[in-house]
């Protein structure tokens, strides 16, 4: 069973909505979470990261929250453009460097 | 620029043929990753490299290998012992350390 749980699958919104991905994960202990962003055919870039102690974090239109007590985070997009058009992946790290664990990620389409 | 460049970015592989995908980075970066990306599933890691001349198996190792012979470079073998390689193949690098990954381009790996 995978670790690390996104949600929706798939989402579609209209330019200029705002949205909200989800992120649960079971990984323990933790380190620290990473909201990765992937257009197609590319490989992911880095939006966020939250440690244990960090509730929340802003980059731009993307907040990222972070509950390590529930072990859940989100990721709030505000005014989505059309180029936010991209899978969203969740990232958990353990404390050993070399665990880190991906979501399946949230498919993201914004419409004119 | 410093980067990390995948090669090529698409890739057809005849039944029985061993084919290598190239991964170079010029991040000065210890550690090197592969990973494997599946419709509807999470990054899975096949084989990582925290220094020149050692690497270990990650989680899907068997069907791959991998050589580090240069810190710059670490290539990956898909041998025909691979019975399922088509996929979207991502090469990272990283400090060592609690650090996020750095992303390439991606090869896609379709089977004809």
């Known amino acids: 069973k995978n670790q690390v749980e996104q949600s929706p699958q798939s989402l579609i919104i209209l330019e200029g909505k705002n949205c909200t991905l989800q992120?649960?994960?079971?990984?323990?202990?933790?380190?620290?979470l990473r909201w990765y962003k992937q257009d197609t055919g590319r490989g992911p870039v880095s939006l966020t990261i939250?440690?244990?102690?960090?509730n929340t974090k802003s980059n731009g239109r993307y907040t990222a929250t972070l509950d390590a007590d529930t072990k859940q985070s989100s990721l709030h997009i505000t005014a989505s453009q059309l180029s936010d058009s991209a899978s969203y992946i969740c990232?958990?790290?353990?404390?050993?460097?070399?665990?880190?664990?991906f979501g399946a990620g949230t498919r993201l389409t914004v419409k004119p | 620029d410093g980067g990390i460049t995948q090669s090529p970015k698409y890739l057809f592989r005849k039944e029985g043929q061993n084919v290598t995908l190239s991964c170079e980075q010029n991040?000065?970066?210890?550690?090197m990753y592969w990973y494997r990306q599946d419709p509807g599933q999470g990054l899975r890691l096949i084989y990582y490299?925290?220094?020149?001349?050692?690497?270990q198996k990650g989680d899907i190792a068997e069907g791959y290998s991998v050589s580090r012979e240069k810190k710059e470079s670490f290539p990956l073998t898909v041998t025909s012992a691979q019975k399922n390689p088509t996929a979207f193949y991502l090469c990272?690098?990283?400090?060592?350390?609690?650090?996020?990954?750095?992303f390439g381009s991606g090869t896609r790996l379709t089977v004809v």
């Open positions: 939250m440690t244990f102690s960090e």
């Open positions: 990232v958990v790290r353990g404390t050993d460097n070399n665990d880190m664990r």
């Open positions: 991040l000065n970066h210890d550690a």
């Open positions: 990272a690098s990283s400090m060592r350390g609690n650090y996020g990954y750095t």
């Open positions: 992120c649960n994960y079971t990984v323990s202990p933790f380190s620290n």
């Open positions: 490299s925290q220094i020149v001349n050692d690497f």
